[in-house]
């Protein structure tokens, strides 16, 4: 009889302390999100991917200027040498993604990774998403380069990490993860803005 007198009291603390702990979280998310939704609607900002994600690649060979390095059955690769960039200014796109993966039809010399300049955005979307335990920004939009379409769809967290998927025409699917901050000064001065 004791031991239950003792045992409900904490657990009830407990469940206190795990919902304030819940509250607090949701609250921090709120305004994470809120800063990046305002950044967004700045129309000037900056993805910038260190992860890439493959479709259907159990295992891939890598160059860089390390050598070559086989990358395992988990489907990740780092991009720590090949960081990808994706910059967004008001209603053009720039990137440079690069490509893992399966090419169906690429022109002679030009299988490289996903490259854009100043491509006019078209079929835009930004929605605030509130789940009970998720909270993100839902970004689509699509680009054209001189032989194919770009279809990106992109979730925004609170604290500014991304998942960015794309799926074009001529090649397979691929997915990337990173960050999206405000475009550094080093890049702008590089873009002439």
Not at 127 to 132: A, E, M, P, Y
Not at 153 to 173: H, L, M, P, Q
Request: with cysteine; net charge positive; glycine share 10%.
């Amino acid at each position: 009889m004791k031991t239950l007198k003792t045992i409900i009291p904490i657990g009830i603390l407990l469940f206190t302390c795990l919902f304030a702990m819940g509250e607090k979280k949701q609250k921090s998310d709120t305004a994470g999100i809120t800063k990046i939704e305002q950044l967004m609607k700045s129309r000037e900002f900056y993805i910038e991917v260190d992860q890439a994600f493959p479709t259907g690649n159990s295992s891939i060979t890598i160059d860089s200027k390390y050598g070559q390095k086989r990358i395992g059955g988990e489907g990740y690769i780092s991009l720590a040498t090949n960081e990808g960039q994706l910059f967004i200014l008001d209603s053009v796109a720039t990137g440079h993604l690069p490509f893992f993966g399966r090419a169906y039809s690429t022109e002679y010399g030009q299988g490289g990774g996903i490259e854009f300049e100043n491509a006019k955005i078209e079929n835009e979307s930004f929605k605030v998403i509130h789940k009970r335990k998720k909270h993100y920004i839902e970004y689509k939009f699509n680009v054209r380069n001189r032989n194919d379409v770009f279809n990106f769809y992109v979730e925004i967290y609170g604290n500014g990490k991304c998942s960015v998927n794309v799926t074009s025409n001529n090649r397979a699917s691929i997915s990337y993860g990173g960050d999206l901050t405000p475009i550094p000064e080093d890049k702008r001065k590089a873009l002439g803005i």
